[in-house]
């Protein structure tokens, strides 16, 4: 009987206790999953809370009842691991004995780290929506706002969703042409990279949309102190920006007890992990999956779910004492909320670069462009979330491989101008 420990019932832990269900009958392996809460919150829904687009309470659901009911549910927070002796010590002095670990842990919040950020004006005047609590409080501010200075920005790279910061621009835009507030508005993105996103290609097109709506564009960035009474974001360059109401995306670390488990990650707390087989750097026996890695790729659930399929087969193989499936390729799927109902999508990988095109074929969603089929899309992900991600079920025509039928290849792009 193998014994398989998950840290994590999110977006990560849950599709892989549910895909090692089906991999290993109960008489196999015993699955536990652990978990500090049993509420499951869909984050991607959070990003609609501060427009009046979803209700706080239709996001969250018991992380239990996600699971397979052959899955041991632990309701616990992890105070260390032992890997050497292959221990899970949990609050309260519980120990869980693995033969194989899955660190799903993903990423924690440290909106305390920034200097001012968690004083006087933080939920009044300086907001997040990366939780709950920050988006519903920023929906009364958004529906009580007349008119000012509202700056969204980036502590510190990395986060979850890059492309959250930028949806929030774009349909605060929209949401306040459809008020006719917007001449009284200034919308800023601050930002600590020198583009609109990380990829050259993607950042263009993003960079044109914000400029297209009047969203001012500030980089490099590096916020070094959050002014609320003074209405100031002052980067440690000392460089300022003014607003009269923040929405900051706070610094991500790892989950704390990460840094206090030898061996087991970095300062940050997050796991170093080959990006190919998704096993640990810092044991054989112990696998990383979602935002708990170090890995080049965004923090994304789609990210969790191509990474789950390799995953798995990668324990079974492990405990066959089979050589990995090297596979996973950095696939990463994002919609983008571009407002007025209409939404952008882009697919890539560790190699190649968001291209335009169709995913996942020549007849699918449009890529790199705005589309209401892509809002729909966006929209859909919620259902697809619940019912077909976290069940960690198969989606015909959709692998975890990053698909290139479909999609034009920007030397091909430049080919056709040439020949027009
Ligand atoms: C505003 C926002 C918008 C987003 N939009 C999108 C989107 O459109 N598309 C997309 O693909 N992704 C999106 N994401 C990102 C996506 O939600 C995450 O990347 C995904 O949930 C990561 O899954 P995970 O399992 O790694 O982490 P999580 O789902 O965060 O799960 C980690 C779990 O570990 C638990 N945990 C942590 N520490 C401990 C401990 N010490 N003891 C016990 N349990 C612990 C936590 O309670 C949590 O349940 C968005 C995120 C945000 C915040």
Redesign the pocket.
């Known amino acids: 009987m193998y014994r398989i420990v998950i840290?994590?019932?999110?977006?990560?832990?849950?599709l892989a206790a549910n895909r090692l269900r089906r991999a290993f009958s109960p008489d196999t392996a015993s699955i536990i999953c652990?978990?500090?809460?049993d509420q499951?919150l869909y984050?991607?829904g959070?990003?609609f809370v501060p427009f009046g687009l979803a209700r706080p309470e239709d996001l969250v659901r018991s992380?239990s009842r996600q699971l397979h009911r052959d899955i041991d549910f632990r309701s616990?927070?992890?105070?260390s691991v032992d890997i050497d002796e292959r221990i899970v010590r949990?609050r309260g002095g519980e120990e869980l004995v693995y033969d194989v670990l899955i660190v799903?842990?993903?990423?924690?919040l440290a909106p305390e780290e920034t200097p001012g950020m968690t004083g006087p004006g933080w939920m009044e005047k300086v907001f997040t929506?990366?939780t709950l609590e920050g988006?519903t409080a920023l929906e009364r501010a958004m529906a009580a706002f007349g008119g000012g200075r509202i700056v969204v920005n980036i502590v510190e790279m990395p986060i979850?969703?890059p492309?959250?910061p930028l949806e929030f621009c774009f349909l605060a835009d929209s949401f306040f042409r459809k008020r006719d507030l917007r001449d009284r508005v200034t919308l800023s993105l601050v930002t600590p990279l020198d583009a609109a996103f990380t990829k050259p290609i993607a950042a263009r097109h993003l960079g044109g949309m914000l400029a297209e709506r009047g969203i001012d564009l500030v980089t490099e960035f590096n916020t070094g102190e959050v002014d609320a009474a003074g209405g100031r974001l002052i980067s440690y360059d000392e460089r300022e920006v003014p607003f009269d109401l923040a929405v900051v995306i706070p610094v991500h670390n790892g989950?704390?007890?990460v840094s206090k488990s030898p061996g087991l990650g970095d300062a940050l707390g997050f796991v170093a992990t080959d990006q190919h087989t998704l096993q640990s750097l810092a044991s054989p026996n112990v696998f990383v999956?979602?935002?708990?890695t170090s890995l080049p790729v965004s923090?994304?659930?789609?990210?969790?779910?191509f990474e789950g399929e390799i995953l798995v087969e990668n324990v079974k193989r492990f405990l066959k004492g089979e050589a990995l499936d090297a596979s996973y390729d950095g696939h990463v799927?994002?919609?983008i909320e571009t407002g007025f109902s209409k939404a952008m999508l882009i697919d890539f990988n560790y190699e190649i670069e968001p291209e335009t095109g169709h995913y996942p074929s020549r007849a699918g969603l449009p890529l790199l462009k705005e589309s209401r089929l892509n809002h729909f899309g966006?929209l859909m992900?919620q259902w697809f979330y619940w019912h077909v991600l976290l069940p960690g079920r198969d989606v015909p025509g959709v692998g975890s491989s990053m698909p290139t039928r479909g999609k034009t290849s920007p030397g091909e792009e430049r080919r056709k101008k040439v020949t027009a």
């Not at 840290?7 to 849950?14: F, I, K, P, Q, R």
């Not at 616990?76 to 105070?79: D, L, R, S």
């Not at 799903?104 to 924690?108: D, F, K, R, T």
């Not at 923090?299 to 779910?305: I, L, Q, T, Y």
């Open positions: 840290l994590g019932a999110g977006t990560g832990g849950s652990v978990d500090q809460d499951h984050q991607p959070l990003l992380r616990g927070a992890v105070e949990l799903a842990s993903g990423a924690v929506f990366y988006a979850k969703c492309v959250a989950a704390p007890y999956i979602g935002d708990a923090k994304a659930g789609s990210v969790a779910h799927n994002c919609f966006k992900f």
